[in-house]
């Protein structure tokens, strides 16, 4: 059982990491510079599956994501907790379900390195928190008053 502190820097580190996993998604120039660089990984590791040229519906969604992450990721920096932690966590359970099933229909195996993160974060923001003794009281005072 994780404490509170110690659960709100793993929230705190996956909004960091998300942070900067989707900075280049933000916009066309810096997922033009992202996909090329995983296009080249994809090519020199020669991972199973395609990586697609990109189209503007595929600029618009990606954009967009970006912005939304991004936006996720600065509250969860500035006011981790563990709301902001498991609703985080559902997130990237939701998002290891849509990148393996990505991968299962032909997209480049290079989407694991990405889902292991995203299913390690998910795992770690699922364990129970423990109450510290201040939050106890203040429930104990709640339910008296």
């Known amino acids: 059982m994780l404490s509170e502190n110690r659960y709100k820097n793993i ?3 996956s909004a960091w990491y998300d942070l900067l996993v989707i900075l280049p ?5 810096t997922l033009d510079i ?12 020669q991972f199973s599956g395609e990586l697609h040229s990109l189209n503007a519906a595929h600029y618009l969604f990606a954009n967009l994501l970006g912005a939304v992450v991004l936006v996720w990721s600065l509250l969860r920096i500035l006011q981790p907790g563990v709301l902001p ?26 989407i694991l390195f990405f889902t292991f993160f995203e299913l390690s974060f998910g795992i770690a923001q699922s364990l ?18």
């Not at 998604?25 to 120039?29: A, K």
């Not at 992202?34 to 590791?45: E, F, M, T, V």
């Open 85 to 110: 932690g498991r609703l985080d966590a559902v997130a990237r359970y939701v998002f290891c379900l849509w990148q393996i099933y990505a991968w299962q229909h032909g997209f480049s195996t290079l």
């Open 11 to 13: 929230v705190k580190i």
């Open 128 to 145: 129970p928190v423990r109450r510290e003794a201040s939050q106890r009281e203040a429930g104990l005072r709640s339910v008296h008053a």
């Open 25 to 29: 998604f933000t916009t066309p120039w």
């Open 34 to 45: 992202l996909y090329s660089i995983l296009k080249h990984q994809h090519d020199y590791w």
